[in-house]
């Protein structure tokens, strides 16, 4: 049974990928093929979820977050302990381990910053504490696990946290001497040109692609993990209906022959 904790102490050693996760559904949905394909293989994947904290239980909501609710389904005091769930069934149908880090999103870290849609997909506020927050989450699991590959957000789509993680967590992985990829986030990602848009933003001159080949079986393992974010799927891809034919044709989008389905990595050259 995969591990679920908030203590980053209680993990095993010995994890050979670790992903960084924004959100409780970012891994799943941009590199579930290959987390999947990895712990088919027998190498331990440990999933980071990065902002799971939960706001304190007399918070006021901003408008923009009890929008976002309202879209999701969830009653206030229990989205993010939903959410959770929601990730742990999507994480033991891929095999890997969850440290629940204890962070807020952004519409509750900085209601006052990120308050709307244009707001949460621009620059990142100057003094956000999510960057003194990654920057030291990173150090720890480096010293840790220093055999281990580290899979972070390229921040396709702009996201505040995306961003932070991306920049934070690069510069304490690059100090430490880490091995660091970029998994395209999904379904950002799946606007025409976002991709090549955030490479051009950020200079992709030491940057290459790299597959991660998916056959059905992984796929299907995907997909099905994706499923178990039931309050999602409605603001990700319009209808859960949808989402399987999302994923897939982007699957196949990726992909040179003679794959048939892939996810896209970028490596630091």
């Known amino acids: 049974m995969p591990i679920v904790t908030e203590d980053a102490a209680a ?3 010995g ?4 992903v960084l996760s924004p959100h409780l559904d970012d891994a799943a949905l941009s ?4 987390i999947a394909r990895a712990t088919a293989a027998g190498e331990p994947v440990l999933v980071v979820n990065v902002c799971s904290g939960s706001p304190p239980p ?5 408008p923009f977050a009890q929008s976002l609710h309202e879209r999701w389904g969830l009653p206030p005091d229990a989205v993010v302990s939903h959410r959770r769930a929601e990730d742990a069934v999507a994480l033991r149908v891929l095999g890997a381990d969850a440290l629940l880090w204890p962070a807020l999103d952004a519409i509750y870290r900085r209601s006052d910053a990120y308050h709307d849609e244009t707001s949460l997909f621009a620059v990142p506020a100057v003094d956000d504490p999510l960057r003194g927050v990654v920057i030291d989450l990173v150090a720890l699991l480096a010293r840790r696990y220093p055999q281990a590959d580290f899979y972070l957000p390229l921040a396709v789509g702009m996201h505040v946290d995306h961003q932070l993680v991306f920049t934070a967590a690069t510069a304490a992985l690059l100090d430490a001497g880490a091995a660091v990829a970029y998994y395209e ?3 950002y990602a799946r606007q025409a040109g976002a991709v090549a848009q955030r490479l051009a933003l950020i200079g ?3 940057l290459a692609p790299r597959l991660v080949p998916l056959d059905g079986a992984l796929l299907a393992a995907k997909i099905a993990a994706i499923t178990a974010y039931a309050s999602q ?3 990700l891809f319009g209808s859960a209906e949808a989402m399987p034919a999302a994923v897939t044709a982007y699957a196949a989008q990726v992909a040179q022959p ?4 892939a996810e896209r990595l970028w490596v630091r050259l």
């Not at 994890?15 to 670790?18: A, C, G, L, Q, S």
């Open 11 to 13: 993990l095993p050693g």
């Open 15 to 18: 994890y050979r990928h670790i």
């Open 31 to 34: 590199c579930g093929g290959l």
């Open 58 to 62: 007399d918070a006021q909501f901003s």
């Open 185 to 187: 986030d999904f379904p």
């Open 204 to 206: 992709h001159a030491n």
């Open 233 to 235: 799927l409605a603001a």
């Open 258 to 261: 003679p794959l048939s389905y």
